[in-house]
C-alpha cells in the first residue's frame, strides 16, 4: 500500500483542511475528506478532547503547519509580533502574510505554499524588477512581486494564466494577469480571510 503524503497526515492532525496540496485540496481526491481521523494506530477512534493547553498548541501547531514553518521560525515571529505595539496576534498574521511565499501563494504563482516556497528558492521570482530568493523576505505596501521572463519557460508556470483566472485575491494584493506582475496595496487584514485559526490561543500558549 501506498503511504500516504505527509502533508494529508498534518491536515487529518489538525482534524481540518490546512490546503496544502494546492488543487488536490479542494476536491473528493482530498484524502480528509475519505479519512477524517486522525493518523495512527488509535486515530480512528477519533479527535479526543483537548484541554485549554491542548487547544493552544493545537492552533500554534496548525498555524505553523499551514504556513511551512519550524517551530524556531515560528516562535521567532511570535516573538517580534509581541515586542511590536498592538495586538499581538493580529501582528502574527501580518507577518506569516507577507512573507514572499505566501504572497507569491495568494497571488497564485505557486499552487501551494510549498511549491510557492520552490518557486522563490529556485530564483523564479522578482520582487520590483530584482531576484529575491529568500522566501521569508518580508514584502511591504507598494511592492511590485512578478515572475521572471525567462522563468516563464519553466514546467512551474505551465497554464499560468488560465490558472490564475480561477484564483481569488486577498484584498491587500492586487494583480495584473496580462503582465503577471501583483502588488501590495494594503497591509493584511484578518477579518479579511477565513482562516480558521485562533490567533489569541497562540498568543496565550506563548506567553506561559
Request: with cysteine; hydrophobic share 35%.
Amino acid at each position: 500500500m501506498k503511504s500516504q503524503d505527509p502533508q494529508c497526515k498534518k491536515c487529518r492532525r489538525a482534524g481540518e483542511k490546512l490546503f496544502l496540496k494546492g488543487e488536490k485540496c479542494e476536491g473528493a481526491k482530498c484524502t480528509l475528506v475519505k479519512r477524517n481521523f486522525a493518523p495512527g494506530v488509535h486515530g480512528n477512534k477519533g479527535f479526543k478532547r483537548l484541554t485549554n493547553y491542548g487547544k493552544q498548541l493545537a492552533e500554534k501547531q496548525k498555524a505553523k503547519r499551514m504556513y511551512g514553518l519550524r517551530e524556531k521560525q515560528f516562535a521567532s515571529y511570535f516573538d517580534k509580533s509581541f515586542k511590536k505595539v498592538g495586538k499581538t496576534g493580529e501582528l502574527l498574521f501580518g507577518m506569516l502574510e507577507n512573507r514572499l511565499d505566501n504572497t507569491v501563494f495568494r497571488l497564485g504563482f505557486g499552487k501551494s505554499r510549498s511549491h510557492a516556497r520552490q518557486i522563490v528558492g529556485h530564483g523564479h521570482i522578482e520582487v520590483n524588477g530584482k531576484k529575491v530568493d529568500i522566501p521569508s523576505y518580508q514584502v511591504k505596501v507598494g511592492d511590485i512581486i512578478s515572475i521572471k521572463e525567462k522563468a516563464m519557460k519553466s514546467p512551474a508556470f505551465v497554464n499560468i494564466k488560465e490558472d490564475l483566472e480561477k484564483k481569488e485575491l486577498v484584498p491587500w494584493i492586487s494583480l495584473d494577469k496580462k503582465e503577471l506582475k501583483g502588488k501590495i496595496t494594503g497591509v493584511p487584514n484578518l477579518s479579511d480571510v477565513a482562516l480558521n485559526i485562533d490567533w489569541q490561543s497562540i498568543v496565550e500558549f506563548y506567553s506561559k
